[in-house]
Structures are given as C-alpha cells and as structure tokens.
C-alpha cells in the first residue's frame, strides 16, 4: 500500500512507540487520526507533526464509549488503516498479579483490538484498500516467566490476528501482525529495565520500530514481521522445539524472579 495521502487511526499514538509511528507516518504524506487518554499530549503531538489534516481524540479504547467515538470518527473521516498499537504491561509473578491488573492487560491488550476491528471492519471494506495492523510482540510467541498475562494477552492478539486474515482473505483488507522485541519505552518498569539490562537483553529504539511498521505497509505480501535476531530464530525454535527454550530459559529464572518478585 502507498501510504501517502491514506487516513490511519492509531491507538496509543503518544507512547514511546506510537509516537514515532505517528511522526514516521506523517512524514510519509499519511493523514493521522491520534488517540490515547491525555489530550493534551496529543494536542502537543499533533501540532508538530508534518501535514496538515491530522485529528486528535482522547479516548479510553478499553471502555465502549471509547470505542463508539472512534467508531464514528473513522466513518466520517473514511479510515483506510487501523492500527491497534496501545497496551499496558507489568512485571510481576502471577501468583502476585492483582485481579485488575490481569483485566486490565487483557482488556487494553487483546478485547480493545478486537472490539475495534469488528467495528470498524465495515469502514474499512468500503475503501480500495485497507489494512490492520496488530502490534503484538516477540512475547506473543514465546511465554516469558514475570509476564504471564502480558504474554497471554499477545498469544491471544497473535492467534487472532491470524484467525482474522484467513477471515478477511477474499476481502480488500490486509491483516499484518507487527511483533517488535524490548523496546526503549516508558511501557517497561525501572525493574523491567533493570531485569533487562541484569539479562544482556538487546533493546530496540523505538524510532527504529516505527521504521519497521511503516516499511511493512509497503510490503504488498507482508503478513507477519517480527523484529530482532535473535529472537525471530528462538520464535522459529519455540515453535518447533519448546522444551529447548525452556531449558534456556530457566537458566535466566533466578535473576528473573529477583526483580519479579
């Protein structure tokens, strides 16, 4: 798809990653409709963005009344690409995950996406050519102890996502899961960045993200992009060989549940 000139509702625009995909799709000619909770920080986005169109909104898409005005603003507005990129995260053992924590990651995570698309499916086959394009993450196929839900909550976005393109497959509308690895983002926790940097885990920037995502438009054929090596090998291995990582992985434990905990 030519990006240039295609209207794009992106959820989350005015966290680490979102804001570099707004800044990435503007400068590309995209019209931009930005939502997230703060509208001042999206007010503030917004004017600095290169073009001139783009339309803030600031919307809880965990809520229905969220989800009913983003509905009504992609209908008028004549969206040609949903981007579900907002969620939350929390490091933690889950025996010592609080009841609202696991709704909420599950709701922001994995309902919000599905309960936009399903809405906004109608929207979207009414243009040439559209696309949705899921964020999910490396953690979306390999379950990481200290983040049962989150890990949960993009299996379920991936699994999804793939249910979805084989729904949509004789349709106008591209279905694109997007899983980047760590990313420097005020999503992670002191402790998480703590963990990550006590595991040598390589981190992303979240420039070089938003990059990845809008080269993926580009990509006619493109379903699935996962980003990072090596972790796209140990998705492969996971895969195929799950007790491997598992060994691996249990080796990293102790200082995993150190900041878990």
Not at 44 to 71: F, P, Q
Not at 181 to 207: C, H, K, W, Y
Not at 240 to 247: A, G, I, K, S
Request: hydrophobic share 45%; proline share 3%; charged share 20%.
């Amino acid at each position: 798809m030519e990006i240039h000139a295609k209207t794009v509702l992106l959820t989350g625009s005015t966290g680490g990653i979102g804001l570099e995909i707004s800044k990435a799709l503007a400068a590309a000619g995209a019209r931009l409709i930005l939502t997230g909770r703060n509208l001042d920080r999206l007010n503030a986005l917004k004017k600095n963005l290169v073009g001139e169109g783009h339309l803030a909104i600031a919307v809880d898409v965990a809520s229905e009344d969220g989800v009913d005005k983003l509905v009504a603003l992609a209908q008028t507005n004549q969206v040609d690409v949903l981007i579900n990129n907002a969620g939350v995260n929390h490091l933690a053992t889950h025996e010592q995950t609080s009841s609202g924590e696991i709704t909420r990651m599950m709701t922001v995570n994995l309902c919000a996406p599905m309960i936009l698309c399903s809405r906004l499916i109608p929207v979207l086959q009414n243009r040439t050519e559209a696309m949705i394009i899921n964020v999910g993450s490396i953690m979306g196929s390999i379950g990481m102890a200290g983040s049962a839900t989150y890990c949960a909550s993009k299996f379920g976005l991936r699994g999804f996502t793939e249910s979805l393109r084989r729904e949509l497959a004789d349709s106008n509308i591209r279905v694109v899961y997007f899983a980047p690895r760590m990313t420097s983002t005020a999503i992670n926790s002191e402790q998480m960045v703590a963990m990550s940097q006590a595991l040598g885990t390589a981190v992303d920037s979240p420039e070089n993200v938003a990059e990845q995502l809008v080269s993926v438009i580009a990509k006619p054929g493109c379903i699935e992009q996962y980003l990072g090596w090596p972790e796209k090998l140990f998705v492969r291995i996971n895969g195929l060989l799950p007790r491997v990582v598992d060994r691996a992985l249990k080796k990293q434990l102790p200082t995993v549940l150190s900041y878990a905990r």
